[in-house]
């Protein structure tokens, strides 16, 4: 669409959709970012170019524990221009998290958004106004 600004779109995929996610950014290298959480495991990785972030769930039974690692070696390879990663240690797949000591699940950790958001919003904030300023 004409009204939307690519520098200020980008993709976000939760587990599977994470793929999905990549290889929208892996084909459009004018967006402002990608966010992968939970996943890590896209065949496009080596394409992605733009910043990306990976949220990873350090009790997710789906994930190799080598997958922040495997994100982060696939995306300098490609040469993405920034890239984050955040492991949350007490939550399972779905951001899930579990209390140590508890029966089951205590909620999702609210820092998982907000740490996408904190980092997504650097990467969208329109950037400041030149100003001119006179020579005298």
Known sequence: ?????????????????????ALAASEEPGLAFYVDIGGGASPDL?????????????????????????FLRALGEAGASDVAVRIFPDADGGGWTVAPGSAG???????????????VGTHTRPKPAKTETSGE
């Open 1 to 21: 669409h004409a009204r939307i600004d690519p520098a200020r779109a980008g993709v976000v995929g939760w587990g599977d959709a994470g793929r999905a996610a």
């Open 105 to 119: 699940v205590t909620g999702r950790d609210p820092a998982i958004f907000e740490t996408i958001v904190a980092w």
């Open 46 to 70: 080596d394409k992605v170019r733009v910043p990306a972030m990976g949220i990873f769930f350090q009790l997710d039974a789906h994930a190799s524990k080598g997958t922040p690692v495997s």
